[in-house]
Nanobody, 119 residues
Framework: QVQLVESGGGLVQPGGSLKLSCAAS????????MGWYRQAPGKQRELVAT???????NYAASMKGRFTISRDNAKNTVYLQMNSLKPEDTAVYYC?????????????WGQGTQVTVSS
């Protein structure tokens, strides 16, 4: 069974920090690049950050310098450390595993975890 399970969301004040976790199935985690996406009400899902199996990272411009993606291969877990949070960061954050194989795109998604930045 392919499974991605997010945790760590919650309510935080502007300027605060939060760390999200995503536990993945071993077979997926060891092969697929991993990533975090988010979706706010009334908006489309957008990329936050990605990390390859080799540890190379990529960030959306608005998150670069504030967010850090990392992975722990022994625990089959990817993390998203979020600092200096702003109200506009409020969204449901989703864990993703995705890759192209034989010319086709394959994606797996977690159920999402809510992050709310408010006073």
């Amino acid at each position: 069974q392919v499974q991605l399970v997010e945790s760590g969301g919650g309510l935080v004040q502007p300027g605060g920090s939060l760390k999200l976790s995503c536990a993945a199935s071993r077979g997926i985690f060891s092969i697929y690049p991993m990533g975090w996406y988010r979706q706010a009400p009334g908006k489309q899902r957008e990329l936050v950050a990605t990390i390859t199996t080799g540890g190379n990272t990529n960030y959306a411009a608005s998150m670069k310098g504030r967010f850090t993606i990392s992975r722990d291969n022994a625990k089959n877990t990817v993390y998203l450390q979020m600092n200096s949070l702003k109200p506009e960061d409020t969204a449901v954050y989703y864990c993703n595993a995705g890759r192209v194989q034989a010319g086709q795109r394959y994606d797996y998604w977690g159920q999402g975890t809510q992050v709310t930045v408010s006073s």
